[in-house]
Each structure stands twice: as structure tokens, then as C-alpha cells.
């Protein structure tokens, strides 16, 4: 047997074939001896080969068990931990914990029921939260039509926002030519100081002695949506309160004069920057039913909003309401152009008062959220004002 064909054996074909060269040495020449010799170092060689790929193999295949044990333990460990979260804060026994430490403010009963710090979005508490509750706060956000188009951020204390004033356009170079000059930029910075937005209710005694899911969707129901309503209102003065000029801390917001009719809203775009993509219209509903009366009064079924989305706020003045100079819409992308940064996240801090009105057997109730708002980006918004 050639060596070529040695090297192609398996264990089976090694051993038939040395009992073949055992069996024809007892009637072999000298020449025939000596290439027998040399076929069985052959074959000694080639099970060292075979034995040295079964142990690779066997190693191979540890490796891999080992990994494929640790992989399944770690993922059910994490899906364990995860599940065993989930489902323990929303069990009616940490429920009555929860509302127990929203009206104490002691959270021993929660943290006794679960180790983990919260785990939903955001950080909606300083532990974990039922889920039905960060339900509640996050409709209260999206509810209110304005802040749920607001870009956010959770970044702790006061976040400082860089914007451009004024720069030089991009330059074309030859090649050859001399250099391009240098690029006259200038920058402001926007300082978002968080405030705390404070709403406060009474609720009775029979209120308050109400538990777990029942006591908790009272409260938050209450007070969240109106929250977030004030942080509306407040980004709508920062707006109004911007000069039509950026300075070095407020983007500029420029300023259309005019009286509802059917191009305002379309003048009132040509004043945006490039930047401001997705512009909705914020306005009061009385002043919705002035541009809407221009409407049924012209000869063509023409929409004076050009297509956007209006977002009803009564905080700014209605048209009819408004004096020479003062804002009755305001035309904008909220989502490039204002910021809330939430630096304890998007959950609702409770006081109770006990004491104040306890002749009148009610409980005062405050709720605080700490959020910093302001106008980030100049030309993001365009307000609209009353024409003499």
C-alpha cells in the first residue's frame, strides 16, 4: 500500500491492514521485509494523526457546551431577574406597599418585597414602580398635546445647550487656489434651569383610606395630566418671551404681524429655518374658530392651515382677546426647537397634609415634578401676532 493511501485510512482499515503485513511475513523476501517496514511506520504515523484529531475534536466540543451552558444561564438568569421584577411589582401585595410609601413616603415595605432599584424608563422612582402608574404619567405626557411632541432628556442638574448664531455658509475650492478662509462663527448657550411644578388637591379621608391600585389611580389621574399641562403652558411664555434677534442665551424667534386669513399660516412658514422640519400649529380654540370662519367666508375650499396639525393651548391669548402686538398663534417644530429636561426622570413626587383642613376631614395633597424647559434653536418657531 502506497503512502498516499496509508494517509486516507480510518482506525478499522489500519487494523485489517495490519493483520494483512503479520500474516504475509512469514513468507516474505528481504525486499519484501523492508517495504513492509516502511508501510507500518507509515501506519504508526497515521493513527498518531487520527488519535490527535479525535482529542482536538473532544476539546472543540467542551468548548462548546461550556458555551452554550453559560449563554442559557446567563440568559435565564437575566430573564429571571427581569420576570421576577415585573411580576412582583405588580402584585396587589406591592401595590398596597406602593400607595402605603406614596402616602408615608417610607419605602421599607416596597424594598422588603423587591431588592432591584426601578427598572422602567427613565427612572420613574426611587423604587420600583407598578407598571400601571408609569401607564398613568406617560398618558398624562402624551395626552397633553404639545409636551408629548417636546424633545426630552434626563440629564441631572442644569443642561446647557450650545446654539448657532450666525455663520459663514461652506466655501468651493479649486484645486491649486488659495486657501479658504476661515469660518466666522458665532454661538450661544441656552441654560434649561430645572423648576419644580407644583399641583396641589384635597381628597377626603375616605379618599385617602382607599387602597393600593384604586387610591394610587385617584391620585396620579388627578394630578399628572395637569402637571404636564403647566409644563405646556411654561414653554409656551419662554417661547413668547424670546426676541424676534438671537442673543447669547435665547435663540431668536421672528415675528409675523397679521390678522388670521387664509395665507397667514403660509407666511408664518416662510419665516422658519431650514432646520424646522415638522412645524405644527399651537393656538387657543377661539382663535381656531376665527381662521375657520375666514375659511367658510372665501369662494374656495382653501385650508388656512396649510396642512399642519393644529395643537390647541389656551394659555396663548385668542385672537379676539388679543390687543396690538400680542401672540395669538405660534407656528413651529417643537421636536427641533424646545427641550424638557427631567433630571429626576418623569415621576411625581407626593406631600400630604394632614393637618391644615382636619376640622373639614380633608387632606391636602401636593404634586411636584422637576423639570428644566427652554427654547433651544433660533427660527424653530414663529409667533403670531395681532395686527392693528
Given at each position: 500500500m502506497t503512502i498516499d493511501e496509508i494517509k486516507n485510512l480510518d482506525l478499522d482499515a489500519i487494523e485489517t491492514r495490519k493483520g494483512e503485513i503479520a500474516d504475509a511475513l512469514e513468507n516474505a523476501t528481504a525486499e519484501q521485509m523492508d517495504a513492509f517496514d516502511v508501510e507500518l511506520k507509515a501506519i504508526e504515523e497515521r493513527k498518531k494523526e487520527i488519535a490527535?484529531?479525535?482529542?482536538?475534536?473532544?476539546?472543540?466540543?467542551?468548548?462548546?457546551?461550556?458555551?452554550?451552558?453559560?449563554?442559557?444561564?446567563?440568559?435565564?438568569?437575566?430573564?429571571?431577574?427581569?420576570?421576577?421584577?415585573?411580576?412582583?411589582?405588580?402584585?396587589?401585595?406591592?401595590?398596597?406597599?406602593?400607595?402605603?410609601?406614596?402616602?408615608?413616603?417610607?419605602?421599607?415595605?416596597?424594598?422588603?418585597?423587591?431588592?432591584?432599584?426601578?427598572?422602567?424608563?427613565?427612572?420613574?422612582?426611587?423604587?420600583?414602580?407598578?407598571?400601571?402608574?408609569?401607564?398613568?404619567?406617560?398618558?398624562?405626557?402624551?395626552?397633553?398635546?404639545?409636551?408629548?411632541?417636546?424633545?426630552?432628556?434626563?440629564?441631572?442638574?442644569?443642561?446647557?445647550?450650545?446654539?448657532?448664531?450666525?455663520?459663514?455658509?461652506?466655501?468651493?475650492?479649486?484645486?491649486?487656489?488659495?486657501?479658504?478662509?476661515?469660518?466666522?462663527?458665532?454661538?450661544?448657550?441656552?441654560?434649561?434651569?430645572?423648576i419644580s411644578i407644583k399641583k396641589w388637591i384635597s381628597i377626603s379621608d375616605e379618599v385617602y383610606d382607599l387602597r393600593g391600585e384604586q387610591f394610587l389611580r385617584y391620585i396620579y389621574d388627578e394630578l399628572a395630566y395637569r402637571i404636564a399641562k403647566k409644563a405646556a403652558d411654561l414653554l409656551i411664555a419662554k417661547i413668547e418671551a424670546c426676541g424676534t434677534v438671537s442673543t447669547t442665551t435665547c435663540p431668536g424667534v421672528p415675528k409675523l404681524q397679521d390678522n388670521p386669513a387664509l395665507d397667514t399660516i403660509a407666511q408664518a412658514l416662510g419665516k422658519l429655518s431650514d432646520e424646522a422640519a415638522n412645524p405644527v400649529i399651537i393656538m387657543n380654540k377661539a382663535t381656531w374658530s376665527a381662521f375657520k370662519a375666514v375659511q367658510y367666508a372665501g369662494s374656495y375650499p382653501i385650508d388656512p392651515f396649510e396642512g399642519l396639525d393644529v395643537v390647541f393651548n389656551n394659555s396663548v391669548r385668542a385672537y379676539s382677546a388679543a390687543t396690538t402686538g400680542v401672540t395669538y398663534a405660534i407656528v413651529g417644530d417643537l421636536g427641533h426647537g424646545a427641550i424638557a429636561n427631567f433630571p429626576n426622570g418623569e415621576g411625581i413626587d407626593f406631600k400630604f397634609d394632614e393637618m391644615s383642613q382636619k376640622k373639614l376631614d380633608l387632606i391636602e395633597v401636593l404634586g411636584r415634578e422637576y423639570v428644566g424647559l427652554g427654547v433651544v434653536a433660533p427660527g424653530a418657531f414663529v409667533k403670531v401676532v395681532k395686527e392693528a
Amino acid at each position: 500500500m502506497t503512502i498516499d493511501e496509508i494517509k486516507n485510512l480510518d482506525l478499522d482499515a489500519i487494523e485489517t491492514r495490519k493483520g494483512e503485513i503479520a500474516d504475509a511475513l512469514e513468507n516474505a523476501t528481504a525486499e519484501q521485509m523492508d517495504a513492509f517496514d516502511v508501510e507500518l511506520k507509515a501506519i504508526e504515523e497515521r493513527k498518531k494523526e487520527i488519535a490527535q484529531e479525535i482529542e482536538q475534536r473532544k476539546n472543540n466540543m467542551s468548548e462548546v457546551i461550556r458555551n452554550i451552558d453559560s449563554v442559557v444561564v446567563e440568559k435565564f438568569e437575566e430573564r429571571g431577574n427581569k420576570m421576577a421584577n415585573i411580576e412582583i411589582r405588580n402584585t396587589p401585595e406591592y401595590i398596597e406597599a406602593y400607595a402605603n410609601y406614596v402616602k408615608t413616603g417610607n419605602d421599607v415595605e416596597c424594598r422588603k418585597l423587591t431588592t432591584e432599584l426601578d427598572t422602567t424608563p427613565n427612572g420613574t422612582g426611587t423604587v420600583a414602580v407598578p407598571e400601571f402608574v408609569y401607564d398613568i404619567v406617560k398618558t398624562a405626557w402624551d395626552k397633553e398635546g404639545i409636551m408629548s411632541l417636546v424633545r426630552k432628556t434626563y440629564l441631572k442638574g442644569t443642561l446647557k445647550v450650545q446654539f448657532e448664531i450666525s455663520g459663514d455658509d461652506a466655501q468651493t475650492h479649486a484645486e491649486g487656489a488659495s486657501a479658504v478662509s476661515e469660518e466666522n462663527l458665532v454661538l450661544g448657550i441656552v441654560s434649561l434651569t430645572p423648576i419644580s411644578i407644583k399641583k396641589w388637591i384635597s381628597i377626603s379621608d375616605e379618599v385617602y383610606d382607599l387602597r393600593g391600585e384604586q387610591f394610587l389611580r385617584y391620585i396620579y389621574d388627578e394630578l399628572a395630566y395637569r402637571i404636564a399641562k403647566k409644563a405646556a403652558d411654561l414653554l409656551i411664555a419662554k417661547i413668547e418671551a424670546c426676541g424676534t434677534v438671537s442673543t447669547t442665551t435665547c435663540p431668536g424667534v421672528p415675528k409675523l404681524q397679521d390678522n388670521p386669513a387664509l395665507d397667514t399660516i403660509a407666511q408664518a412658514l416662510g419665516k422658519l429655518s431650514d432646520e424646522a422640519a415638522n412645524p405644527v400649529i399651537i393656538m387657543n380654540k377661539a382663535t381656531w374658530s376665527a381662521f375657520k370662519a375666514v375659511q367658510y367666508a372665501g369662494s374656495y375650499p382653501i385650508d388656512p392651515f396649510e396642512g399642519l396639525d393644529v395643537v390647541f393651548n389656551n394659555s396663548v391669548r385668542a385672537y379676539s382677546a388679543a390687543t396690538t402686538g400680542v401672540t395669538y398663534a405660534i407656528v413651529g417644530d417643537l421636536g427641533h426647537g424646545a427641550i424638557a429636561n427631567f433630571p429626576n426622570g418623569e415621576g411625581i413626587d407626593f406631600k400630604f397634609d394632614e393637618m391644615s383642613q382636619k376640622k373639614l376631614d380633608l387632606i391636602e395633597v401636593l404634586g411636584r415634578e422637576y423639570v428644566g424647559l427652554g427654547v433651544v434653536a433660533p427660527g424653530a418657531f414663529v409667533k403670531v401676532v395681532k395686527e392693528a
